[in-house]
């Protein structure tokens, strides 16, 4: 190839209009002759430079970020939304259970009443049949809590059928006010109790000393 | 694996090595930018949920959210390289001008058209069919862009090979 056929080649380059065969052999005359005219120098550097240029290897970690980036991100986050779901359910479930027991077990003459509050506009799936021991509003209940404790002893201890007392909850202001109660509740019995063990160390103290029993009767007389 | 998740698996993560010698003919090799225009393609097509479902040419569809990709890139570097104009490149880096680091140092100073084409082609080895369908031009508006990026390349070479 001479050099004019090189300049028609070059010509049709900078024209945007040279097929890849002419680029082809535009790139071999370049990178293979080192003796060309002064005027074609930055020719050749052009050709050189693009011929020497290698394609940059794929970083080997891109598609690990990209799965990062897009499901693998997404499945995290399910995960977690999925677990924060689960322990507030499992939670909940706990505090019903624990509501629901209470309420549904026969109470005995030492066992405290709680008058439940009947729902009286209920939400939809409760069933309006629902019965309770005594038909107090919810908000009366929440605020004369202090006084149903107070007037506990004058109220007759009623019979309660555990399945006619069942009754579901679905209003978690009054999951709160029960646990709370339930709370209350054992914390009185545990008192009783610490008395019903003190009371009973006595009843033992007097079977096995008579005598003594007298001084220590009389000392805590006084 | 949920719907989506697979077919991002099946029909558009296989793409990322296309996509990645496509970022790096549009951006160059110099910096991490290509690497990071494909994580991007990647993340806005995996945001665009259900349309992955209706996108009958994945491959299309990925090289023109990567363009945009890539020209909002190009965009937010070139403010910083205007300041680059040809007259402040350093003597030093007249050393070597048959690398393609050098060459790469040209193009930059190109209008951001230009600039595609050019590395399409010379990096590429694409055809002005091959650029046309990935930059969405015609042939025609390909082969002009060519012929004026060709022709400014030239002049900056000439300034400095022969100065």
């Not at chain 2, 806005?44 to 491959?59: A, C, H, L, N």
Request: net charge neutral.
């Amino acid at each position: 190839m001479n050099i004019d056929e090189i300049r028609l080649l070059l010509d049709r380059y900078y024209d945007g209009t040279a097929t890849d065969s002419e680029i082809d052999a535009l790139t071999r005359y370049f990178v293979g002759t080192h003796r060309i005219p002064a005027d074609m120098r930055a020719d050749q550097a052009i050709f050189r430079a693009m011929a020497s240029h290698s394609q940059p290897g794929m970083p080997t970690d891109l598609q690990r970020k990209i799965v990062a980036a897009t499901y693998g991100d997404s499945s995290r986050t399910l995960r977690r939304r999925w677990t924060f779901a689960l322990t507030a359910a499992a939670t909940i479930l706990l505090v019903l259970a624990i509501g629901l027991s209470y309420f549904t077990e026969k109470p005995t003459p030492d066992t405290p009443q709680i008058a439940v509050s009947t729902v009286r506009n209920p939400g939809p799936g409760v069933s309006q049949e629902i019965s309770c021991p005594q038909e107090v509003s919810h908000a009366d209940t929440i605020k004369t809590l202090p006084k149903i404790h107070r007037e506990r002893k004058e109220e007759p201890v009623m019979e309660m059928n555990p399945s006619s007392n069942f009754r579901e909850v679905t209003d978690s202001a009054e999951v709160v006010e029960i646990t709370s109660r339930i709370f209350a509740i054992l914390d009185k019995s545990l008192s009783k109790t610490e008395a019903g063990v003190k009371q009973t160390e006595m009843a033992f103290a007097l079977l096995s000393d008579p005598l003594g029993a007298n001084e220590t009767d009389d000392n805590h007389n006084k | 694996m949920n719907r989506l998740e697979k077919i991002f698996k099946t029909r558009f993560l296989p793409l990322h090595p296309r996509l990645f010698s496509i970022a790096v003919a549009i951006l160059g090799d110099a910096t991490g930018d290509a690497s990071d225009a494909v994580q991007e393609t990647m993340v806005k097509i995996w945001k665009s949920g259900d349309t992955m479902f209706s996108v009958k040419r994945p491959e299309a569809y990925a090289i023109t959210v990567l363009r945009s990709t890539a020209i909002d890139i190009l965009r937010r570097r070139h403010p910083a390289e205007a300041l680059e104009k040809a007259d402040n490149i350093s003597s030093g880096e007249l050393s070597d001008p048959d690398s393609a680091e050098f060459m790469e140092r040209i193009i930059r100073l190109l209008p951001l058209p230009q600039q595609e084409v050019v590395r399409l082609s010379a990096f590429q080895g694409l055809s002005s069919d091959e650029i046309a369908v990935i930059t969405n031009l015609s042939s025609g508006n390909v082969r002009q862009l060519l012929s004026r990026g060709r022709k400014k390349i030239r002049e900056l070479y000439n300034k400095y090979v022969q100065p």
